[in-house]
């Protein structure tokens, strides 16, 4: 929502300017312009991005528009689902878990929890190193450093989106540039002519050096930086969960878990100690329940 008001005001801002200084908005839609500064934007993200790079990025700008799905409902989601999933593993052992991990779509856990398991990304990380877990066989430190490695690597590559955007709005300004050139060649075939009529070519010419700026700093770099503040709130998801597994590789209570998970959170969408606490005893009453009922 907050990107299509930020388009509106940029626009609004440059051309509400530009009229008040008495300056006809007409000018400003030279197609032949759009067409030169679009297609050498689009030919050379073509060029330089190799396909499945490409449709990562595709995806990311998808996300852009919906905005930042890590919210404090769905931390609070994930703790819980940790905290029971965890809670599982201390009272009954790792091997009562094993149904749970190996087709998490089918677990009565993560059923609760829609995101998390429609996250492939994350779902994937938590079982791939619980699934480690019961094998057994890793010291907690080694576990530590194994999703150190996993999560740096997620990363790396979710960088890839953001990198290149970026150095699209780089290079848009020289794509203006090349816009503007080649109007001032057209102008130069005109020298002779009126001076309105070159006045009107040099103008034209102008307008693409104004759009690729327009188009690098208005548009392109702030789309670049919102969505690389949106891979960092994904980095904190994961951040949590890998905080929660290595925490119970220690041996911690599960309630402790939880609070070690919680301290990572960014405190905009962290839940309270209160609110955590409450999440906690909702998930101990229902597994209460269900055990009534099992034994009925």
Same mark, same amino acid.
């Given at each position: %929502? !907050?990107?299509?008001?930020?388009?509106?005001? /940029?626009?609004?801002? /440059?051309? #509400?300017?530009?009229?008040?200084?008495?300056?006809?908005?007409?000018?400003?839609?030279?197609?032949?312009?759009?067409?030169?500064?679009? #297609?050498?934007?689009?030919?050379?993200?073509? /060029? #330089?991005?190799?396909? &499945?790079?490409?449709? @990562?990025?595709?995806?990311?700008?998808?996300?852009?528009?919906?905005?930042?799905?890590?919210?404090?409902?769905?931390?609070?989601?994930?703790?819980?689902?940790?905290?029971?999933?965890?809670?599982?593993?201390?009272?009954?052992?790792?091997?009562?878990?094993?149904?749970?991990?190996?087709?998490?779509?089918?677990?009565?856990?993560?059923?609760?929890?829609?995101? !998390? +398991?429609?996250?492939?990304?994350? +779902?994937?990380?938590?079982?791939?190193?619980?699934?480690? %877990?019961?094998?057994?066989?890793?010291?907690?430190?080694?576990?530590?450093?194994?999703?150190?490695?996993?999560?740096?690597?997620?990363?790396?590559?979710?960088?890839?989106?953001?990198?290149?955007?970026?150095?699209?709005?780089?290079?848009?300004?020289?794509? $203006?540039? /090349?816009?503007? =050139?080649?109007?001032?060649?057209?102008?130069?075939?005109?020298?002779?002519? &009126? &001076?309105?009529?070159?006045?009107?070519?040099?103008?034209?010419?102008?307008?693409?050096?104004?759009?690729?700026?327009?188009?690098?700093?208005? !548009? =392109?770099? &702030? +789309? *670049?930086?919102?969505?690389?503040?949106?891979?960092?709130?994904?980095?904190?998801?994961?951040?949590?969960?890998?905080?929660?597994? =290595? *925490?119970?590789?220690?041996?911690?209570?599960?309630?402790?878990?939880?609070?070690?998970? @919680?301290?990572?959170?960014?405190?905009? =969408?962290?839940?309270? !100690?209160?609110?955590?606490?409450?999440?906690?005893?909702?998930?101990?009453?229902? $597994?209460?329940?269900?055990?009534?009922?099992?034994?009925?």
């Amino acid at each position: %929502m !907050f990107i299509f008001i930020g388009i509106a005001v /940029v626009i609004a801002g /440059v051309m #509400g300017g530009f009229m008040l200084h008495g300056g006809p908005p007409a000018v400003l839609l030279q197609w032949s312009e759009f067409l030169i500064i679009g #297609g050498a934007s689009i030919g050379s993200l073509l /060029v #330089g991005t190799p396909l &499945p790079v490409l449709i @990562r990025v595709m995806g990311n700008l998808a996300l852009l528009f919906k905005g930042d799905q890590y919210t404090k409902a769905e931390y609070l989601n994930l703790l819980k689902s940790q905290f029971e999933l965890f809670s599982i593993a201390q009272r009954d052992g790792l091997i009562n878990i094993e149904a749970h991990i190996e087709k998490p779509e089918e677990s009565s856990i993560f059923k609760k929890n829609s995101f !998390f +398991l429609h996250n492939h990304h994350a +779902l994937s990380f938590l079982c791939d190193s619980m699934k480690l %877990m019961l094998g057994g066989g890793i010291a907690p430190h080694d576990l530590e450093a194994l999703l150190d490695a996993d999560l740096e690597t997620h990363h790396e590559e979710s960088a890839s989106g953001p990198n290149l955007m970026s150095k699209l709005g780089d290079a848009l300004p020289g794509l $203006g540039i /090349v816009a503007a =050139v080649l109007g001032i060649v057209i102008t130069m075939q005109a020298i002779d002519g &009126p &001076p309105a009529e070159i006045g009107e070519k040099v103008a034209a010419a102008l307008v693409g050096t104004f759009l690729g700026i327009l188009m690098s700093y208005g !548009f =392109v770099q &702030p +789309l *670049a930086n919102h969505m690389e503040i949106l891979n960092q709130s994904e980095a904190r998801y994961f951040e949590c969960i890998k905080t929660g597994i =290595v *925490a119970f590789a220690k041996g911690n209570a599960p309630t402790v878990v939880v609070e070690f998970s @919680r301290r990572v959170i960014f405190n905009e =969408v962290r839940p309270s !100690f209160t609110e955590l606490e409450s999440a906690i005893k909702e998930v101990r009453s229902s $597994g209460s329940q269900a055990a009534q009922q099992a034994a009925a």
